[in-house]
């Protein structure tokens, strides 16, 4: 039942991200352009859609990761 609340909300958050994709922290220090947003204790990478319709989920991380050295671009996302 925990996780089950945990899952509901990352994805009540990747939900509110789809539509408003900005709201999230740019990663300057992130190779590429993506923007992250905290769901504690988790960490959502991600990057908006370049038609402005949504966002592609990069990884959903434990906020103590190193996220510099785990997160990298995904392949085939140019």
Known sequence: MIADAML????????VLA?????GRKRADLR???RSLAVKPYTIV???LPDG???YVWR?????R???RIVKRP???K
């Open 66 to 68: 190193d996220l510099q």
């Open 46 to 48: 991600y990057e908006p």
């Open 19 to 23: 539509s408003a994709p900005l709201i």
């Open 32 to 34: 590429g352009s993506p």
């Open 53 to 55: 319709d949504g966002i």
């Open 8 to 15: 509901a909300r990352v994805f009540g958050a990747m939900d």
């Open 75 to 77: 392949r085939g996302k």
């Open 60 to 64: 959903v991380l434990h906020g103590a």
